[in-house]
């Protein structure tokens, strides 16, 4: 990022416009993720001290997928990946606001990042007795039973590059986790090699 905002800050006169475009593309890519790390980071560092506030109010599911795929659509763009919001729109959750942001937009980059150029995104939402479950399902590179209890672990934190080069830190899957058990949910992966990914999660209903 330095380096580009540097090529930029001193060498833009001589750059063609096809230069700028490229370089500002390769820094807007790095500060989006540098966010997303240091968001989680942030959120990781406030649970351990429990300092994150829980505060569950009743919201429109389909609304709050809604704004989490609008700013993400650049990263789905870049690899021509489809992003469909299946959720109801009339289910309305008890949840609390910043966690469910974070966690639909942490499965929604994960989604992304294991994802094939021309894949398929789908968020869907089911209702069941008592409790909403969500899920994010993808056309992506799948991974093996063997890896599906560890990827929501802070202890065994790994990161796997993505099909297009990008990098993460491990540490989305497990907050999601986190935040997810903090509604009084589950969280878990239904994967298959080479034919695409499914994360599922519980929330309660809206509170009367």
């Not at 021509?80 to 980059?109: E, F, K, P, T």
Request: hydrophobic share 40%; aromatic share 8%; proline share 1%.
């Amino acid at each position: 990022m330095l380096g580009s905002s540097e090529i930029l800050a001193s060498e833009i006169e001589n750059l063609s416009g096809e230069e700028i475009k490229s370089l500002s593309k390769a820094l807007y890519d790095n500060l989006k993720n540098l966010y997303i790390l240091l968001e989680n980071l942030l959120n990781w560092s406030m649970m351990q001290r429990d300092m994150i506030q829980y505060d569950p109010v009743n919201l429109n599911l389909f609304d709050v997928v809604n704004k989490i795929v609008g700013v993400s659509t650049q990263s789905a763009k870049k690899k021509n990946i489809s992003i469909s919001n299946n959720v109801d729109a009339g289910i309305i959750v008890y949840a609390d606001v910043d966690m469910l942001r974070s966690v639909i937009h942490n499965l929604l980059v994960n989604a992304i990042k294991f994802t094939r150029a021309e894949g398929r995104i789908t968020i869907s939402s089911s209702e069941k007795a008592g409790f909403v479950e969500v899920s994010v399902q993808d056309t992506g590179i799948g991974m093996e039973p063997g890896k599906f209890s560890s990827i929501f672990d802070f202890g065994k934190l790994n990161s796997t590059s993505g099909t297009d080069g990008e990098n993460g830190t491990g540490l989305g899957l497990p907050l999601c986790k986190e935040f997810v058990e903090k509604h009084g949910g589950k969280i878990w992966v239904e994967s298959e090699l080479r034919k695409g990914s499914m994360f599922i999660f519980t929330l309660r209903k809206k509170k009367s």
